[in-house]
């Protein structure tokens, strides 16, 4: 009976996977070891109960220690100096290599004062020292390594090797094993994947270390592969921790422990073989593998090559279609043309970024020439109508040779499509409108500033009226199409409404065009823009100048939303300083600030005839001529009341369709302008209004 109940515990106690002693351990396999271990790195527990040191991953490290420390030191008396104590260890392992003809470093089984490794390297290091800390004694580490690779001392081939704080083994064989009986040894292929059982002695009385592995199919040989004499009590601390660390570098396998023992002051604790997991199979890389894998690597990036190949070529056609120019014969011959392309360059394609203004039928753009550098205001304008577009790329070349100083050179043109394209000159310092109603940094125009502008302009819109060879029609004279350059000098600018007759004969009929509070009266008779429809918007301006508001501002004081309706007001009470920009707070001569406001309302007559010529207009500007006393004569009430309802009909009327900000081909302005007339073939727009 006795014989029967110590067979049941044996086997109770066989038939456990782990089972923890005072002096040491046994797990047949891990599962629910994980309490019992300290993982650390890349060390995991599979479900099938195989401790995992490391993946398939390079350049790796992983640690398995049992968690509680043991007595490594002990004393025969008081007096004595402490001796290392007696221990065994016994464990299964296998190793997978990733790649068929090569695997990782390897690993050790490892007695250390800690279970962590704070700096360890991969590699040839097995994540236990570095090149800082390797043969330091303050280490205080014992290890036999299972070496892949050529060892630090030179040792070829896979080997076996005792260490002491250091990756320099103190003694190594190849792995191998002794015939029982006889001096052969049999090699052990460490790479292969088979289960290998390893017994790993030390007699702390006989100060011996005893290594001897095998197949696990193979009985414990009765003579080790390596005996080596050493006293560890020097290299031991009093408390210790046992455990594994693996590696991985340029190359990598995966170090499975199947199972493991360890006993300190006592006998072996045997494994039990029929307990363990089977080897883990694992996938390796084979040659045919490899040229299996090149080859659809090869073929997915040939694929992804073409693939991309032909997307840029498609792209390059396109954007060569995009940018091609269908020329027809008659633009062979003008000599004010850009090829597209050279535009496209200058403005980086036509991006957002570049974009300086917002103005009637277009928006334009700064730009760098390619070929010169030089820096252009791009005016994109969009033709809904292919009527028309000889007749005005002809006014184009034409006023493509007005000269003045007082004008923006428009340098030239191109056409592409419906899409045409005006280039001029590029003025940094920015409209009249931004700077004389939203100034940056309180930036402030004097006076004389302001009449030399005035005159400027005047001096710009002669040239136009009389000087030329034709007679040019601006058709949108207005305070943001008057640029400044870097001494304040003005220049009239935005052609794009202009149009242009023989000295001597009479404009031809065209839609009525402009900027709303810019407008003749007489326009929306006869829709004839004529020399004195741009005396008109000039006279406007002037008051605009003077009185440093728009010709419309629907939050002025009642009554004060039509400036020109205010200045007569003012004028007719004799009261006319009153409309004067607070802002010049009486700096100003005060001769010429009368002289600008009635000029402007001479300019604004009701009826054309009233008004003086551009060339009168200097002369009054010079002090060479005086203005008609009585020129407010010249407006009666039917006159002044048409007018007054032709801009309340225009502003009640549909045709007020979208903001937008100043054309200008300088700074953007920050005003709020307003198109007046959809576009028609015959013209090129209605621009903005400026409602400050």
Known sequence: MATTIALAFLLFFLAKPAQSLTDGFIFNGFHGAIANLSLDGASIIRPDGVLKLTNQSKNIIGHAFYSSPFPMLEKTTSSAPSTAASFSSSFVFAIYPWDSNEGGDGFAFTVSPAKQFPGAEPGQYLGIFNSSNNEN?????????????????????????????SMYSRTSELASYYVNGTDVKEDVDMNSGERIQVWIEYDGVAEIVNVTISPLSILKPIRPLLS????????????????????????????????????????ELPLNISQLPESPREVRKSAGFKFKTNAIIAVVLSAITLFVLTVLLSVIIYRRMMQAEDLENWELDCPHRFRYKDLYAATKGFKESEVIGVGGFGVVYKGLLPSSGQAVAVKKISHNSGQGIREFVAEIESLGRLRHKNLIH??????????????????????????????????FLSWEQRYNILKGIASGLLYLHEEWEQVVIHRDVKSSNVLLDAEMNARLGDFGLARLHDHGKNP?????????????PELAHTGK?????DVYAYGVLLLEVACGRGPIDPNSAPGHMLLLDWVRECDGVGRVLDVVDPKLNLWYVEKEMVLVLRLGLLCTQSRPEARPSMRQVIWYLNGEDTIPVHCKSFDDSSWVDETGSMYVNLISRDVITRPYRSSEFGPISSRSDFITRPYHSSSFGVTSSNPS
């Open 508 to 520: 031809r009929t065209t839609n009525v065009v402009g900027t709303l509070g810019y407008i003749a």
């Open 529 to 533: 823009a004529s020399a004195m429809s």
């Open 410 to 443: 428009l340098q030239g043109w191109c056409k592409r499509k419906q899409d045409l394209l005006l280039v001029y000159d590029y003025i940094p310092n920015g409209s009249l409108d931004a700077i004389l109603f939203k100034p940056k940094d309180d930036f």
């Open 137 to 165: 004694p303050a280490n205080h580490l014992f290890a036999v390594e299972f070496d892949l690779v050529n060892g630090f001392a030179g040792t070829d081939g896979s080997h076996i090797g005792i260490n002491i704080n």
């Open 228 to 267: 080596y004499p050493i006293d560890l009590s020097p290299v031991l601390e009093e408390s210790m921790y046992v455990g594994f660390s693996a590696s991985n570098g340029k190359v990598s396998s995966s170090h499975y422990i199947l199972g493991w023992s360890f006993s300190i002051n006592g006998s």
